[in-house]
């Protein structure tokens, strides 16, 4: 069984305005696809590596 990784981030707006739930959900799903991104591409050279 392999451990969980925990990642933190802290996340600034450059201004005061109020972020809407389109931008936040927009945010949260690109942020998702590129970290998915990021994995797969990380498994697939563990891969090739072996």
Do not use: C, H
Request: hydrophobic share 40%.
């Amino acid at each position: 069984m392999s451990a969980v990784k925990q990642i933190e981030l802290e996340l600034r707006k450059e201004d005061d305005g109020i972020l809407t739930p389109w931008e936040i959900q927009d945010f949260i799903g690109t942020l998702a696809s590129n970290y998915y991104k990021l994995d797969l591409i990380n498994e697939i050279s563990k891969k090739i590596n072996m």
